[in-house]
């Protein structure tokens, strides 16, 4: 459906959802309500996933096998310990595109952004720079620092970000690659995000990739915002790394273990990494030998055993993604964007403009609002009316309709509730 099938009215919204062949995975979730019982409008997923029903019996079955077995739950619970990540393995390679050797549920996203840099990020003198977007989280420009300094680099000389042109939110595909060609003899780590955070822009990761492997620069992902929400092919595209949270559109809970990808290539890669007992051979992790032999693939860079209670968490969502299907799910998330662009666009003015991209495919499950004057004041009234955003300083209100759980009427309602907000 296009946007220009789309029309204004509410009884619109209501048959959209009644066609919805997803409509009904919104009742898996547990939907915060007001003091009356009425629902929120929660288009929030970009911070933190709404709770799965199932998790409460997922986790509790673990509670209740540590409680029965004691450390034998690690070979005779229900789903035992020893083996448990293993579980998620092919769920979340379905996810990001990957094989099962190319994944791992481990650690928290910084984390194992650290532990990536330790074993790909290799400067030396000539090639020593690294390549963000300009805009990049916060997060990933602390680790990204920090890395350059503990290697004894100058962020202010070995930092490059990719900026957009002049009046721009967004970076052209071209900006980015010509970035690359230019200055890739002195970049020894290009680092995106698949899908920037506060503009909701989505990467075109093949190309970043084949335009940093071509200069002969390294290529990882920062999919915190990515993984659950675009279709991704990490192991057809190529890059080396790529790690992402869990808590946002995975679902897994607040905090809950992050995620990591290692390409194939380097399954049995004598890169220098710190080590832990869990990434040891887990044929002879337990002979307790003195040297440590890394398991082949994503696992050799784990350090230490998982939270069983997380992975648990993070388990129910997956077999609700596994049911639901990562494209069939990308499809509708591209509808209601565009829906939502459709019903902004009716109410244009000049108190707002949408800084986005409006190419369906050049975005996640997200519309940035830019708001001049006030902002934070139409965020927080709509808030107090049960309906949740994000508004991140100075003028940026980020709005997600998430496919598994919300609805056409989700964002009709939004749109109405926004556009009377507006001072």
Same mark, same amino acid.
């Given at each position: 459906?296009?946007?220009?099938?789309?029309?204004?009215? &509410? $009884?619109?919204?209501? $048959?959209?959802?009644?066609?919805?062949?997803?409509?009904?995975?919104r009742q898996r979730?547990?939907?915060? &309500?007001?003091?009356?019982?009425?629902?929120?409008?929660?288009?929030?997923?970009h911070?933190?996933?709404?709770?799965?029903?199932?998790?409460?019996q997922?986790?509790?079955?673990?509670l209740?096998?540590?409680?029965?077995?004691?450390?034998?739950?690690? /070979?005779? %619970?229900?789903?035992?310990?020893?083996?448990?990540?293993?579980?998620?393995?092919?769920?979340?390679?379905?996810?990001?595109?990957?094989?099962?050797?190319?994944?791992?549920?481990?650690?928290?996203l910084?984390?194992?952004?650290?532990?990536?840099?330790?074993?790909?990020?290799?400067?030396?003198? !000539? =090639?020593?720079?690294?390549?963000?977007?300009?805009?990049a989280?916060?997060?990933?420009?602390?680790?990204?620092?920090? !890395?350059?300094?503990?290697?004894?680099? +100058?962020?202010?000389?070995?930092?490059? $970000?990719?900026?957009?042109?002049?009046?721009?939110?967004?970076?052209?595909?071209?900006?980015?690659?010509?970035?690359?060609?230019?200055?890739?003899?002195?970049?020894?780590?290009?680092? /995106? %995000?698949?899908?920037?955070?506060?503009?909701?822009?989505?990467?075109?990761? !093949?190309?970043?990739?084949?335009? %940093?492997?071509?200069?002969g620069?390294?290529?990882?992902f920062?999919?915190?915002?990515?993984?659950g929400?675009?279709?991704?092919?990490?192991?057809?595209w190529?890059?080396?790394?790529?790690?992402?949270?869990?808590?946002?559109?995975?679902n897994?809970?607040?905090?809950s273990?992050?995620?990591?990808?290692?390409?194939?290539?380097?399954?049995?890669?004598d890169?220098?990494?710190?080590?832990?007992?869990?990434g040891?051979n887990d044929?002879?992790?337990?002979?307790?030998g003195?040297?440590?032999?890394?398991?082949?693939?994503?696992?050799?860079w784990?350090?230490?055993?998982?939270?069983?209670?997380?992975?648990?968490a993070?388990?129910?969502?997956?077999?609700?993604?596994?049911?639901?299907?990562m494209? =069939?799910?990308r499809?509708?998330?591209?509808?209601?964007?565009?829906?939502? $662009?459709?019903?902004?666009?009716? =109410?244009?003015?000049?108190?707002? /403009? !949408?800084?986005t991209p409006t190419?369906?495919?050049?975005?996640?499950?997200?519309?940035?609002?830019?708001?001049? &004057?006030? %902002? &934070?004041?139409?965020c927080?009234?709509?808030?107090?009316g049960?309906?949740?955003? +994000?508004?991140?300083?100075?003028?940026?209100?980020?709005?997600?309709?998430?496919?598994?759980?919300?609805?056409?009427?989700?964002?009709?309602?939004?749109?109405?509730?926004?556009?009377?907000?507006?001072?």
């Amino acid at each position: 459906m296009s946007a220009l099938e789309f029309n204004t009215s &509410k $009884e619109f919204a209501h $048959e959209l959802d009644a066609r919805d062949p997803l409509a009904s995975y919104r009742q898996r979730f547990l939907i915060p &309500k007001d003091s009356s019982g009425k629902e929120w409008t929660y288009l929030c997923g970009h911070s933190l996933g709404l709770q799965p029903k199932a998790t409460c019996q997922y986790v509790n079955e673990e509670l209740e096998d540590w409680a029965r077995y004691a450390v034998e739950a690690h /070979f005779r %619970g229900r789903h035992p310990w020893m083996p448990y990540h293993h579980f998620l393995t092919e769920q979340l390679a379905g996810i990001v595109g990957a094989s099962n050797e190319e994944v791992v549920a481990m650690n928290s996203l910084t984390v194992n952004l650290h532990l990536m840099m330790v074993s790909f990020y290799r400067p030396t003198r !000539q =090639r020593h720079k690294i390549l963000i977007e300009r805009g990049a989280f916060p997060s990933d420009q602390y680790a990204i620092k920090s !890395q350059l300094r503990f290697h004894g680099f +100058d962020p202010a000389t070995s930092l490059l $970000e990719a900026t957009p042109r002049a009046g721009g939110s967004c970076l052209r595909q071209e900006e980015i690659e010509n970035l690359i060609e230019r200055e890739g003899d002195s970049i020894a780590l290009v680092l /995106f %995000g698949g899908v920037n955070y506060a503009t909701g822009q989505a990467f075109d990761l !093949q190309r970043i990739t084949r335009a %940093g492997h071509n200069k002969g620069c390294i290529v990882g992902f920062d999919l915190a915002h990515a993984a659950g929400n675009v279709s991704l092919r990490l192991h057809d595209w190529g890059p080396d790394f790529a790690v992402w949270c869990t808590y946002k559109y995975l679902n897994g809970g607040p905090g809950s273990i992050a995620g990591c990808f290692v390409h194939e290539r380097h399954r049995t890669s004598d890169l220098p990494r710190f080590a832990g007992w869990w990434g040891h051979n887990d044929q002879v992790r337990f002979k307790m030998g003195p040297n440590f032999e890394p398991t082949p693939g994503a696992e050799g860079w784990q350090i230490s055993n998982p939270s069983i209670l997380a992975l648990a968490a993070l388990r129910a969502s997956l077999d609700i993604f596994h049911e639901a299907g990562m494209d =069939r799910l990308r499809e509708k998330s591209v509808q209601l964007t565009s829906y939502l $662009e459709f019903l902004l666009q009716e =109410r244009r003015s000049n108190k707002f /403009f !949408q800084i986005t991209p409006t190419d369906p495919e050049r975005r996640g499950a997200q519309i940035s609002i830019r708001i001049p &004057k006030n %902002g &934070k004041t139409v965020c927080d009234a709509l808030a107090k009316g049960g309906i949740i955003a +994000d508004w991140r300083e100075p003028d940026i209100f980020r709005v997600a309709p998430v496919p598994l759980y919300n609805s056409y009427a989700d964002v009709f309602r939004f749109v109405q509730s926004f556009a009377s907000s507006l001072p």
